[in-house]
């Protein structure tokens, strides 16, 4: 038997399950529900940070350069939804090795990806700003946000890996501890880089990378702790005929490659949502960008539901137990439309405020509270989507995603244009719109994908319904 080929984890005995209640499902989530409050909190910060200087186009350019890094970085999420969906599944068919290698191989690709990036950084700026809309005085801000940004392109992806592993294997707390350190550096250095060093939009942009590369930092230490073992000696303890494994490598690829498919396309979505804004103006542009913190606040905190159901879901479908498959779909779909419902009372509810200390901008701030309803929707009509994903990256089934992510953005696009007489309502009409196309494609392959989950006696249930 070669080593490492992993044959010699075929006979170890699955790990004993977790319990799956209502109370270990929200235990589990509510690090990460944590941790992902404080991303969109960056957000904030840095819109505010900009924002009250008074400076539109460079509220506008930051808002931009956002977007583009967004669609540059995020193309690469694979590294974090493929981890998670592998690892979850490896762990749940008791294959601890395999837990290890995923770890290293997502780390070097993540790096390398990571360089590349940085090293095209230029002639990827001169190629978005050549596609996108903005003007002269918003391009600039814009340009500037992102060279920042691009300095932490290694650390950023090579974070991602990082955190992909630590919810595949449910360590929740850990990936709440290095959101925040990160978090909480990036807060402190863009306000530093903005209002005390006066650098503007470029501040905000290194600012973040400078936080990217203390997250890695940070990161490895964590596995470090979680493994057993330190990185060289995790590199040094893993067989490399597993490392190089030919079929767990093919596998790897497609997923990715099914779900970088999918990331862009969704990615290519939000940027067009982004250039909408930018066609009618920078006021709207500006608005928008506004508006999308509420987004982003809902669909971080709601994504909680979403990582746990892909680790619970993917644990389940690597043991191949049906009963903790739905249930797992079940729970944390609960939690995800309860929450869903306060965030779009307490949008409207205090939502206007919230725009008043974003922006002192008197036009942003008015355009922003008449569009604020659509911002309000999201969480609602957004959940399903968000949900199903979880479900779908748990199970590593990429083509379905890649489907789905693609025709809702057709879609979406094809909408987008018919509406463009109705200025920015059709902006914001197309984009709710969008939530809905995502999660009616994934649903036409769930029926499938529960069918395709055999019950089995592999594991004991031993957390029967509580009620």
Wanted: aromatic share 8%; glycine share 10%.
């Amino acid at each position: 038997m070669t080593q490492g080929s992993g044959d010699e984890t075929a006979s170890m005995p699955l790990p004993t399950p977790r319990p799956l209640t209502r109370r270990a499902v929200f235990a589990q989530a509510w690090p990460i529900m944590l941790g992902q409050a404080s991303v969109p909190l960056v957000g904030l910060v840095d819109t505010a940070v900009i924002g009250r200087t008074g400076d539109t186009s460079a509220l506008a350019g930051v808002a931009l350069g956002a977007v583009i890094i967004g669609l540059v970085f995020w193309s690469f999420g694979f590294l974090r939804m493929g981890m998670t969906g592998l690892t979850a599944q490896a762990n749940g068919s008791g294959d601890p090795r395999e837990v290890d290698a995923l770890l290293l191989r997502a780390l070097g690709i993540g790096m390398a990806l990571g360089v590349v990036v940085l090293a095209l950084s230029v002639p990827i700026s001169q190629l978005a700003f050549a596609v996108l809309a903005g003007s002269d005085a918003v391009t600039g801000e814009a340009s500037g946000y992102m060279e920042g940004r691009f300095y932490g392109a290694p650390a950023a992806l090579a974070v991602y890996a990082i955190n992909g592993w630590l919810l595949g294997l449910g360590r929740t707390r850990e990936a709440l501890a290095l959101q925040i350190a990160m978090n909480l550096a990036n807060i402190a250095l863009d306000v530093w880089f903005v209002w005390g060093l006066d650098l503007g939009a470029f501040g905000v942009g290194l600012g973040t990378a400078f936080a990217e590369w203390i997250a890695l930092a940070l990161g490895l230490l964590i596995v470090g702790r979680v493994a057993g073992a330190n990185i060289l000696a995790l590199t040094r303890r893993t067989p490399r005929t597993l490392l190089l494994d030919r079929t767990r490598l093919i596998q790897l690829f497609a997923v990715n490659r099914d779900i970088m498919i999918r990331t862009i396309a969704l990615l290519i979505l939000f940027t067009w949502f982004a250039n909408a804004g930018a066609r009618i103006g920078a006021v709207a542009l500006a608005a928008n960008h506004v508006l999308l913190q509420f987004v982003n606040v809902a669909a971080f905190i709601l994504d909680a539901f979403a990582f746990t159901a892909e680790e619970r879901v993917g644990q389940a479908y690597g043991a191949r137990d049906r009963e903790r498959f739905t249930r797992a779909i079940r729970l944390t779909s609960e939690f995800a439309l309860a929450s869903g419902v306060i965030f779009a009372l307490a949008f409207m509810l205090a939502g206007g405020p919230v725009i008043d200390l974003l922006t002192t901008d008197p036009q942003v701030r008015e355009t922003a509270r008449t569009f604020l309803p659509f911002a309000a929707l999201v969480p609602l009509v957004g959940m399903p989507s968000w949900m199903l994903d979880g479900v779908f990256i748990g199970t590593t089934r990429g083509r379905a995603l890649r489907n789905a992510g693609v025709a809702a953005t057709i879609i979406y696009i094809v909408l987008d244009l018919a509406l463009r007489p109705f200025d920015n309502w059709g902006v914001w009409t197309a984009i709710t719109a969008s939530y809905l196309l995502r999660a009616g494609g994934l649903a036409l392959y769930l029926p499938g994908l529960l069918r395709d989950v055999a019950n089995t006696s592999q594991i004991t249930n031993t957390d029967k319904s509580t009620r």
